[in-house]
C-alpha cells in the first residue's frame, strides 16, 4: 500500500507540472495568482511547482503588474534558452532539418535533396548529417538538445519497435529508429508527416482552438491529419489520414501504390505534372517544385493545356474535401504542404466553391476551408513539437 501511495504522490507532482508547464507554454506570461485561478491548482501548489521549475531553469521572470493595494505581481513563462528541439521532414523530394528553440524560433536549418531516390541507406545518413549541421550552426551540444522528431511519408507502427510502412516510396517493414540510433544518441520521436504537420497547425496555426479538423498535407503525393476532440485519430492500426489513397474516380489513373482511381493520382504534384505531360503540355524546366510553379503561373491563361489540368485538379480536390466535410463534420479543412500551398494560394476560392457542390449545404456552413499559416515548413516545425509534447508532459 505504501508503495502505490508513493506511486500516486509522484503522479500527482508530475501532473501538476504539467499542467502549469502548458499553462505557461501556451498562453502569455502570467503571475502565480493567475497560474492558480485558471488550472484549479491551490497557490500552495502552485508555488511549490514554479520553484522547482525556476530553480532547473525552466521558468524564468519576465516583469511583473501592479495588484490591487498589494505588492506587484511577478509574471512567469517557459525559458525558451533552457533547451532546443530538432525536427526532420523526410520529404519526397528532399530531407530537411531544424534547430528550434522552446519558443519555437528557428536557431539553424539544413536541406539536403533527394537526388538519388529514397533508400533508406540514402535518407537516415542524410538525417544524421542534418542533425550535426544544425547544431554546430546554432552552437549548442546534445546535452541540451530535448530530442529529435521525425516526420516521414508512410505508416509508423510504434511497437515493439518503429517501423515505417511507405509504399509509394518502396519503404516495408523500415525499421527506422534502429537505424538511426547507430548514429546518434539523442531521443528520437518519429510520426507521420502529415501527423506532425497537423499537431503543429493545431498548436500555431490555422486550426489553433479547433476540436475537430483535417489537415491535408499535398506535395508529391497527399496525406492528412485527423483531429477529433482535439486529439488525432490514428485509427486501430496508425494508419488513419492516408487521404490521398481514398478512391476518387472508378477505373481510373493508376495511382503510384498500385491501386486505381486514388486521390492522389489526380491531385498529388507529380501527378499533376505527368497528366499535363499526358496531354500535351509542352516540357517544363527544373525541379518537381519548380515545374509545378510554372504550371500554375501558365494557367492563368485560359485555353492553355496548364489551365485544363489545374481546373480539373481544383475540381476533383473541392469533390474530396466535399467528400470529408460530409463524412468527419469538422470546425476546418486545413490546406497544406509545398503543392497545397502553391494552388491554394491562387485558387482558395475555387476550391471552396467546388467542395460546396459535393457538401451537404449544413454542413459546408459550419466549415471552413482554410490555408496552413506555417508555410512549407510545417512538417520539421511540427516533428519538432514532439520532443516538446514530451517535454511538457514529463
Not at 479538423?213 to 477529433?228: M, Q, W
Not at 472508378?250 to 489526380?266: P, Q, S, T
Amino acid at each position: 500500500m505504501a508503495e502505490r501511495k508513493r506511486g500516486t504522490v509522484r503522479d500527482l507532482r508530475r501532473d501538476n507540472r504539467s499542467v502549469l508547464l502548458r499553462a505557461l507554454y501556451f498562453g502569455e506570461p502570467r503571475s502565480r495568482q493567475e497560474l492558480s485561478a485558471e488550472t484549479g491548482l491551490s497557490p500552495a501548489s502552485v508555488s511549490n511547482v514554479v520553484r522547482d521549475l525556476m530553480n532547473e531553469g525552466i521558468v524564468v521572470e519576465v516583469g511583473s503588474v501592479d495588484s490591487d493595494g498589494g505588492r506587484p505581481r511577478v509574471l512567469l513563462r517557459v525559458n525558451p534558452e533552457y533547451g532546443q528541439v530538432i525536427g526532420v521532414d523526410v520529404g519526397e523530394t528532399r530531407v530537411q532539418v531544424e534547430l528550434f528553440d522552446l519558443a519555437m524560433t528557428e536557431r539553424a536549418k539544413a536541406d539536403y535533396p533527394l537526388e538519388h531516390g529514397h533508400d533508406p541507406s540514402e535518407v537516415v545518413p542524410r538525417i544524421l548529417a542534418g542533425v550535426e549541421a544544425v547544431m554546430a550552426d546554432a552552437g549548442v551540444d546534445a546535452s541540451s538538445v530535448l530530442g529529435v522528431g521525425i516526420g516521414v511519408p508512410g505508416v509508423v507502427r510504434q511497437r515493439p519497435e518503429v517501423i515505417v510502412e511507405a509504399q509509394t516510396l518502396g519503404w516495408y517493414s523500415v525499421p527506422l529508429e534502429r537505424l538511426l540510433r547507430a548514429g546518434t544518441e539523442l531521443p528520437l520521436l518519429i510520426d507521420n508527416g502529415a501527423n506532425t504537420m497537423g499537431r503543429a497547425e493545431l498548436w500555431f496555426g490555422s486550426g489553433r482552438g479547433a476540436r475537430n479538423a483535417v489537415i491535408g498535407l499535398i506535395g508529391s503525393g497527399v496525406g492528412s491529419a485527423v483531429i477529433s476532440d482535439g486529439s488525432p485519430d490514428r485509427g486501430s492500426d496508425a494508419s488513419a489520414g492516408e487521404w490521398g489513397h481514398t478512391p476518387l474516380i472508378v477505373d481510373g489513373r493508376r495511382c503510384r501504390c498500385g491501386n486505381i482511381g486514388c486521390l492522389e493520382a489526380y491531385v498529388g504534384a507529380e501527378a499533376m505534372l505527368e497528366r499535363y505531360t499526358e496531354a500535351g503540355g509542352p516540357p517544363l524546366s527544373g525541379d518537381q517544385e519548380t515545374a509545378l510553379a510554372s504550371l500554375i503561373l501558365e494557367a492563368a491563361c485560359p485555353d492553355t493545356v496548364a489551365a485544363l489540368i489545374v481546373d480539373e485538379t481544383v475540381c476533383y480536390l473541392g469533390a474530396s474535401i466535399g467528400g470529408l466535410i460530409n463524412l468527419l463534420n469538422p470546425e476546418r479543412i486545413i490546406l497544406g504542404g509545398w503543392a497545397g500551398l502553391l494552388l491554394g494560394d491562387r485558387y482558395l476560392d475555387a476550391l471552396r466553391a467546388a467542395a460546396s457542390r459535393h457538401t451537404l449545404h449544413h454542413l459546408y456552413n459550419t466549415t471552413s476551408i482554410e490555408l496552413c499559416r506555417l508555410g512549407p515548413d510545417a512538417v520539421a516545425l511540427g516533428a519538432a513539437t514532439l520532443p516538446l509534447e514530451n517535454f511538457l508532459t514529463g
